[in-house]
């Protein structure tokens, strides 16, 4: 395998410091050509001192000052926004950018990757729940893969490997339940953003970890499906899953099913969607039957975490509905971190939003662009008087 040049956007979040692990480890196989962060100047500047990328690039712009002065002394071009790393992917060629940034801020960086032709490891679902007609419909007709990192997708990407001539009936995504796994509505009235955010296998940052609380997580997963892997709304399920071993499942046209397995650490993904196609030898924890005598499934309790059966129906109404829905719960989770809304009321506000914005069948880019700008505003101002 030669060595692979990869750009990293969201390099400080806890997809991109695992996917650093993972280039770390295999130096011969990887180089790093472009870094980028949100806010944590620090730690990417730490990033790019050891790594040597070509382009590093902070989002907030008044941060600007703060990398250039902490990497003066490397041969390192700097910018900021996500104008910046547009430009830096047009700039320098990589073969594969991980897309690990939060949110709908993963899209037009996504779209201009793919313009140029580079594989995508995606991390980014927003990207595909937002956009995801316009996303693959551009891949396709560039000839670019788009390879899962999400521990469900890639699962189902493992289990598709040689079975391209043998059509999906089913694919079933797994969801731990997060941290209210079995409790009704009644008892979730005064839970606190400190409870929401401790997830009971996975650590992961603020945003994802409140989403796998209110289960919004999985039903992004079930948008992000349905365009990674070309089926209808019916033919994903979802099931609870609490020991979170069986990643996500496919069942076939004759019956039989194909599981991926595993313990929850998510540098198993990120290394298969930088090694693919080949399988990269690695030092990870291995999975024993033994430690886990016991898996256990049970169906999702869409009546008490009601934002799964809300992507559900944005993915059967189509249009600008997923989009509405994104921009709707990225508001709302903001607002819940801050104390501004209760957990329940998370639910409550994008709801409200899918019923009261414009729903436009056939959206362009810039419809995107102007439902999420939109959406956020109402969203910010859902319960303020």
Not at 87 to 95: G, Q, R, Y
Not at 106 to 134: F, S, W, Y
Not at 335 to 347: G, T
Request: glycine letters at 6%; aromatic letters at 8%.
């Amino acid at each position: 395998m030669t060595a692979k040049s990869v750009a990293i956007l969201g390099s400080t979040g806890s997809i991109g410091t695992q996917a650093l692990d993972v280039v770390r480890a295999n130096t011969s196989l990887f180089s790093i050509s472009i870094l980028s962060a949100g806010n944590n100047v620090d730690l990417l500047i730490k990033q790019c001192i050891e790594f040597k990328p070509t382009f590093a690039i902070i989002g907030n712009k008044d941060k600007f000052s703060l990398l250039k002065e902490g990497l003066k002394n490397e041969d390192i071009q700097l910018l900021a926004g996500v104008d910046g790393i547009c430009e830096a992917l047009i700039a320098v060629k990589s073969d594969i950018v991980l897309t690990a940034l939060v949110g709908y801020a993963g899209l037009k960086p996504t779209l201009t990757a793919i313009d140029q032709g580079i594989t995508i490891a995606l991390a980014n679902k927003e990207t595909l729940v937002v956009a995801g007609e316009l996303v693959t419909e551009r891949a396709k007709a560039k000839n670019v893969d788009i390879i899962p990192v999400d521990s469900e997708h890639s699962a189902i990407f493992q289990c598709l490997v040689g079975e391209e001539r043998n059509p999906i009936e089913k694919v079933i995504l797994t969801a731990s339940g997060g941290p209210f796994r079995g409790r009704k509505r009644d008892e979730l009235l005064g839970v606190t953003k400190e409870q929401a955010l401790k997830h009971p296998n996975w650590s992961m940052g603020a945003k994802i970890t409140i989403d796998s609380a209110s289960l919004m997580n999985k039903g992004l997963e079930v948008i992000e499906a349905k365009w990674l892997f070309d089926v209808d709304d019916h033919q994903i399920d979802v099931i609870v899953h609490p020991q979170s071993i069986v990643h996500s499942l496919v069942q076939f046209e004759d019956g039989s099913m194909k599981a991926q397995m595993g313990l929850p650490d998510m540098k198993l993904p990120i290394q298969y969607a930088l090694g693919y196609p080949k399988r990269l030898k690695s030092n990870f924890e291995r999975f024993n039957f033994m430690d886990y005598p016991t898996l256990t499934f049970e169906a999702p309790d869409k009546d008490t975490f009601v934002n799964l059966q809300l992507a559900y129906n944005a993915l059967k109404q189509k249009g600008n509905s997923a989009c509405i829905l994104n921009a709707a719960n990225e508001i709302a989770v903001e607002r819940f971190l801050n104390d501004e809304i209760k957990f329940l009321e998370i639910a409550e506000l994008n709801s409200f939003c899918m019923e009261n914005y414009q729903y436009i069948a056939q959206p362009s880019y810039e419809d995107y662009v102007t439902t999420d700008t939109q959406v956020r505003e109402l969203a910010k101002n859902w319960k303020t008087k």
